[in-house]
């Protein structure tokens, strides 16, 4: 009975602090309360083992084997819980088990004190070597601790097979022990590196706890001296661990409580500062260069230390608007991979990455066709919303559903925030900032339309007034060629004529410009009119040595405009094309077809100047060629026939250098769609 009641206060305490910690569990299942919990469990259950044994029983042995095995197992729970592994919580539970295996056979192996030294070795072994082996592979952050944790496993490893190897049993388990506790030291002081009651009490009491199993391995006749009657006070480091512990959970509630505010606050500033950049945007801010503000503040207020702005130009290709957190070599790699990418591959990504909040997609760099964008040296621990290497997606979307760009975010400060929270502010943003590119395009194709409509009809009215003395002058020379003229008269008349002609097909230019005119609309194919086109331009893009790509997609719808006006149109933007890049070092055009289900869109890009003024370039003999070159119709002619047919024509200037025209014709299935709509 006396042997009873000198065992029962330890147990009970350490039932006490199971229920707290089992408690504690319930409101905080994380991997590292779970890991904790059952190195308590444990050794309650190695604090139970004397009462049980108290009178001899035929299992002593296999009660004997389990105590041993529970205060090691228990050491390497403490260490697992805060070891800085890159593993998720599954492949953390699985290594765990793997080394518990061996560790619990060596165990057994010293209780029954087994003369096979192979195994015993073999066991160690594969506990410490096999430590290290999982430590060096998934490693977060390496530094010079890591190399000392590594060469102290592999160390204690050698001395206790070599202990092994010289008969001494009881050694390389208490080294183990020492390993083990005096790791999970370490761990708490890097995992939490700050200097609070909780985290020093608790690396106190396992260096402590350390302490004595080392003494019992290397210096086993101190404790010999000692005897029993200090026996309570190698009992005092449990306490202490247990006790701070504890008092680490409450300062993580504190300190989360207190992140919590900071993140409220944080959130409110970060609102403040979004709804500035909004207000700006529907303003009469120019968009483009916004976007540096935009991103910046993104990467001061949100959770992503790295933000790429990336915006389409009307061939749908990408080019960065903003960036904040990028290092001049990592720019450098960003423009190279988004001069590869177009609306079309943000599209992609997005159908084929997972959502993570109403308009943001998680992307691995494996799925970027042109390779990973932002590349980081930040390694990130595992984690069930982001992997090394991801990437998140925010696509710039109007409320028409028209896609005008994205933001690219990497290197999250905290992994725990990504969510629909921290995201839905960013989503907001990126809607914004789409509507507002969105709004200035409708807005300046208005103002453009509206101007184009005014000047057609003053150039209308102009044309039908200059008919009438036009067709009285070229009637009369016509009547005077049948009179018998003097040489010279004939040839005074001959340039008349000829003048008046010129003047002609001028005012006819002009009343196609102005709508004024009717030409049939006919089903065509676009792949035969544009073969012709440029057949009959081969011999002068072969002379000037211009190269001209084609990205014709096939096959492709039918389109409904008369042939031989889409001749007029091609071979117009084509020679403009022509003419913009000759003087070029680079001497390139572009010509991309792309089926829009309802009408056919047509981009043509050269490598030129660009266009000084994209406000006139449709406007009638505004040209910027040298004198005798052009007299600047062809665009203007080109926009009427467009119009004519239900079409549009619009410009752009292409990022870093070059000019972009581009046409959409509607395909004759969308016209036979809406039967009661009639061209004028």
């Not at 006490?16 to 259950?45: C, D, E, M, P, Q």
Request: hydrophobic share 45%; proline share 4%; with cysteine.
């Amino acid at each position: 009975m006396q042997d009873l009641l000198r065992h029962l206060p330890s147990p009970l305490i350490l039932g006490t602090l199971v229920g707290i910690f089992f408690s504690i569990y319930r409101h905080n299942r994380t991997s590292r309360v779970r890991f904790w919990l059952l190195a308590w469990i444990l050794i309650f259950l190695h604090f139970v083992v004397p009462i049980i044994t108290v009178k001899a029983t035929p299992y002593d042995g296999v009660i004997g084997s389990f105590d041993a095995a529970t205060l090691q197992l228990a050491g390497l729970a403490f260490t697992f819980s805060l070891v800085p592994l890159r593993l998720t919580e599954r492949v953390r539970w699985f290594c765990f088990f793997g080394l518990a295996v061996p560790l619990s056979i060596y165990s057994v192996l010293c209780v029954t004190e087994s003369t096979y030294k192979l195994p015993q070795a073999i066991c160690v072994a594969l506990v410490s070597l096999g430590g290290v082996g999982v430590y060096h592979y998934f490693c977060i952050d390496r530094d010079w601790v890591d190399n000392l944790v590594e060469f102290s496993l592999t160390a204690l490893g050698f001395v206790s097979v070599y202990q092994i190897y010289l008969g001494n049993i009881n050694g390389p388990y208490y080294g183990l022990m020492t390993g083990s506790y005096g790791l999970a030291a370490v761990f708490v002081i890097r995992h939490y590196w700050r200097k609070t009651p909780g985290v020093l009490v608790t690396s106190g009491g396992l260096f402590a706890w350390a302490s004595v199993w080392a003494l019992a391995a290397y210096l086993p006749t101190v404790l010999e001296t000692a005897g029993e009657a200090a026996s309570d006070l190698w009992n005092v480091p449990k306490f202490i661990v247990a006790f701070g512990m504890i008092l680490i959970l409450l300062e993580d509630e504190s300190i989360a409580a207190q992140d919590a505010r900071d993140r409220e606050h944080a959130l409110n500033r970060q609102v403040e500062r979004f709804a500035e950049i909004t207000s700006q945007l529907l303003g009469a801010v120019d968009v483009p260069p916004f976007c540096e503000k935009i991103a910046r503040v993104i990467t001061e207020e949100g959770n992503f230390h790295r933000v790429v702005v990336l915006l389409a130009d009307d061939t749908h290709h990408l080019h960065i608007a903003g960036h904040s957190g990028l290092s001049p070599e990592a720019l450098t790699h960003v423009q190279q991979i988004a001069t590869k990418m177009s609306l079309e591959e943000i599209t992609r990504l997005c159908m084929a990455a997972p959502k993570i909040g109403k308009n943001s997609y998680v992307v691995a760099a494996e799925k970027i066709a042109a390779g990973r964008f932002l590349p980081s040296e930040r390694e990130h621990a595992l984690h069930p919303r982001w992997r090394q290497g991801d990437e998140l997606l925010v696509p710039l979307q109007s409320h028409r559903g028209l896609t005008v760009g994205c933001f690219f975010l990497d290197d999250p400060k905290d992994l725990d925030r990504i969510g629909w929270e921290e995201l839905s502010k960013i989503e907001l943003l990126a809607a914004d900032l789409a509507v507002a590119i969105d709004r200035t395009s409708m807005h300046r194709q208005m103002i453009q339309r509206e101007k184009l409509v005014g000047i057609g009809q003053l150039v209308a009215g102009v044309a039908h007034e200059l008919n009438n003395p036009l067709t009285a002058v070229l009637g009369y020379t016509e009547l005077m060629g049948d009179y018998n003229l003097q040489p010279e008269v004939a040839r005074d008349l001959t340039i008349v004529r000829r003048e008046a002609n010129r003047m002609k097909r001028i005012i006819e230019n002009l009343l196609r410009f102005s709508r004024q005119s009717r030409s049939e609309t006919t089903t065509t194919d676009f792949n035969a009119v544009l073969q012709d086109v440029l057949t009959l331009r081969e011999y002068d893009l072969n002379g000037r040595g211009i190269k001209i790509a084609t990205i014709i997609p096939s096959p492709l719808p039918n389109i409904a405009i008369d042939q031989s006006q889409l001749k007029i149109v091609l071979s117009n933007l084509i020679a403009n094309a022509i003419d913009a890049v000759q003087e070029r070092s680079t001497k390139e055009i572009a010509l991309e077809a792309r089926n829009l289900g309802d009408k056919l869109l047509v981009n043509i890009t050269d490598s030129g100047p660009g266009f000084a003024d994209l406000n006139r370039i449709f406007d009638p003999f505004f040209t910027t060629k040298s004198p005798g070159r052009g007299m600047g119709l062809g665009l203007s002619i080109c926009y009427g026939i467009m119009r004519q047919h239900g079409g549009e024509i619009y410009a752009a200037n292409v990022h870093p250098n070059g000019a972009c025209i581009s046409i959409e014709v509607p395909t004759v299935a969308a016209l036979r769609a809406r039967p009661a709509e009639v061209l004028n």
